[in-house]
């Protein structure tokens, strides 16, 4: 059985349908890049994924847990799926240790012990343990996106879902957050991004997904996807013609 | 004739503030306690709450503070409720506060920018808890001014308890007036004293907005 499974999504705002019957499935391990234009609807797809957006028609489940639009059936959806976002959305409020502590301890009723003990080991992960008390406006775009993948791991989900996850980065600090990416995938966990680094895509990915205009338009392997694009939509999307 | 000495002015428009002061603090505990609650109400989502959260604030923000007292203090005894000037001045004082505090309170929950709740919710979260260890520490921030600031106006808005017969800062300088004659010196020492209680409030309210802002540090 597959970890995550779309059938026929339909998503509208309004008049305008974004998603116009979306299939995938997703097997535990893989690592899917999900590419195309903006508007595309790819974003909204991740979004629809853990129920931050409601879907029209279709179905989407992840680990048995199926999306509905209830308080009880979305918490355990979002249980089994992380998010990281284009905005890091840290609590600023809270230190960097603070953030990875407080949902295992309010949602899964986690001692502070236990939570402070696991989420040092979450920011270890991600090359930050020496930064557990800092708040994230003390911490650059980077470090505040690895903290945010700490605080995701930390609540052990069974899939990430990155929605652009470097792209309000500056160059510079993209690949100190890829690293832990790339290093997150070598480890086996199933990852679904949508993203623009296709260098990243290319060497990462076991699948690339190409959506254009609310489609699933072209799906494979990355040397596949990108070497010998089939449609001209993508062949355009890759600068190919 | 009894003549009064300035003193004896003062001293009891003093006494008479302390129920200014009392009715203010109670108003403004109310209202904060029934405010939050609206709050709540405001934002849930629950479409039939949210409803009836807003009306309720409309109707209080719509209709003159004075109204209220009079329903209250007039209409209340016809539906059989005997009401004393102090229980239907505070519990208007508390109702009409309330009004404001979650409509200032629910501007500044949605100050909080969208990606603090998507993010909470992505971690498996409840609105409530959302709210509890994410939303509201950091509007609360945002709050003090406008908090504070209001708290002026409740201050302000006691004086109107003096018209249904609550003997407070206002009503106490009209009855010293009608005994002493000497209008412009009463109700000038009276307008001292609310000017006492308030300027500090609004003093501090501007300072926190300052403070608040210019330390855009989070903590």
Same mark, same amino acid.
């Given at each position: 059985? !597959?970890?995550?499974e779309?059938?026929e ?5 309004g008049?305008n *349908?974004v998603?116009?019957?979306i ?5 535990p391990g893989?690592?899917?890049a999900i590419?195309? %234009? !903006?508007?595309?609807?790819k !974003?909204?797809?991740?979004r629809?994924? @853990?129920?931050l957006?409601t879907?029209?028609d279709?179905?989407?489940?992840v ?15 979002r ?9 890091f959305n840290?609590f ?5 240790g ?10 899964k %009723?986690?001692?502070a012990?236990?939570a ?7 920011l *270890? ?6 930064k ?5 406006d003390?911490? !650059?775009?980077?470090?505040?996106q ?17 929605? *652009?996850?470097?792209s309000?980065?500056d160059?510079?600090?993209?690949n100190e957050?890829? @690293?832990?990416?790339?290093k ?18 290319r ?11 609310g ?5 494979g ?8 694009p089939?449609t ?8 190919m013609t | 004739?009894i +003549? ?5 002015? /003062?001293?009891n428009?003093?006494l ?5 002061v009392?009715?203010s ?5 109310g ?11 405001r934002?849930? $989502?629950?479409?039939? =709450?949210? $409803?009836?959260?807003s009306?309720y604030?409309e &109707?209080f923000?719509?209709t003159?503070l004075l109204?209220?007292?009079? &329903?209250?203090?007039f209409?209340?005894p016809?539906l059989?409720?005997e009401v ?7 519990? +208007? &004082?508390?109702?009409w506060t309330a009004?404001? =505090? ?10 909080i920018?969208?990606?603090?709740w998507?993010?909470?919710?992505? &971690?498996?979260?409840s609105?409530?808890?959302q ?14 001014p406008? +908090? ?7 201050? #302000?808005?006691t004086a109107?308890?003096s018209?249904?017969?609550? /003997?407070? =800062? +206002? #009503? ?15 109700y000038?020492?009276?307008a001292?004293?609310y000017?006492i209680?308030?300027?500090? =409030?609004? #003093?501090?309210?501007?300072i926190l907005? $300052? #403070? ?5 540090r989070?903590?």
């Amino acid at each position: 059985m !597959s970890l995550i499974e779309i059938t026929e999504v339909r998503k509208r705002f309004g008049e305008n *349908e974004v998603l116009k019957g979306i299939n995938l499935d997703v097997e535990p391990g893989e690592v899917i890049a999900i590419i195309g %234009k !903006s508007g595309s609807g790819k !974003s909204t797809l991740l979004r629809c994924i @853990n129920g931050l957006e409601t879907i029209d028609d279709g179905s989407i489940s992840v680990a048995g847990a199926q999306l509905l639009p209830d308080e009880l059936h979305l918490r355990a959806l979002r249980l089994k799926v992380g998010m990281i976002f284009q905005g890091f959305n840290l609590f600023p409020h809270l230190s960097a240790g603070r953030n990875v502590m407080l949902s295992p301890m309010v949602v899964k %009723k986690v001692s502070a012990r236990e939570a402070e003990v696991e989420a040092r080991a979450r920011l *270890e992960q991600v090359g930050l343990g020496h930064k557990f008390d800092a708040y994230p406006d003390q911490l !650059s775009g980077g470090q505040q996106q690895r903290v945010a993948i700490a605080r995701a791991l930390a609540m052990k989900p069974l899939a990430l879902l990155c929605d *652009e996850i470097t792209s309000a980065l500056d160059p510079e600090l993209v690949n100190e957050v890829l @690293n832990v990416v790339g290093k997150l995938a070598d480890e086996g966990m199933t990852l679904l991004m949508v993203t623009h680094e296709m260098r990243f895509a290319r060497e990462v990915c076991d699948r690339v997904v190409f959506m254009h205009l609310g489609r699933v338009h072209e799906i494979g392997p990355p040397e596949e996807v990108f070497a010998h694009p089939k449609t001209p939509e993508l062949q355009q999307f890759l600068g190919m013609t | 004739m009894i +003549t009064f000495s300035t003193w004896d002015i /003062v001293s009891n428009l003093l006494l008479a503030a302390r129920w200014t002061v009392l009715l203010s603090l109670v108003a403004f505990a109310g209202g904060g306690i029934v405010g939050l609650m609206l709050l709540y109400a405001r934002i849930s $989502r629950a479409a039939a =709450l949210r $409803r009836a959260a807003s009306v309720y604030i409309e &109707l209080f923000q719509g209709t003159p503070l004075l109204m209220q007292l009079f &329903l209250a203090f007039f209409g209340l005894p016809l539906l059989g409720v005997e009401v004393s000037p102090w229980l239907a001045a505070g519990v +208007t &004082l508390t109702l009409w506060t309330a009004a404001f =505090l979650a409509e200032i309170w629910r501007g500044c929950v949605e100050a909080i920018p969208k990606g603090q709740w998507e993010a909470s919710s992505s &971690l498996a979260m409840s609105f409530f808890e959302q709210l509890r260890h994410v939303i509201l520490p950091q509007a609360m921030r945002i709050a003090v001014p406008p +908090t504070v600031g209001f708290s002026v106006q409740v201050v #302000k808005g006691t004086a109107l308890t003096s018209i249904i017969g609550f /003997v407070e =800062l +206002t #009503k106490a300088a009209t009855i010293i007036t009608n005994a002493t004659f000497e209008p412009f010196t009463v109700y000038g020492f009276a307008a001292l004293i609310y000017f006492i209680l308030c300027w500090p =409030l609004s #003093k501090s309210s501007q300072i926190l907005e $300052r #403070k608040l802002n210019v330390a855009h540090r989070n903590h």
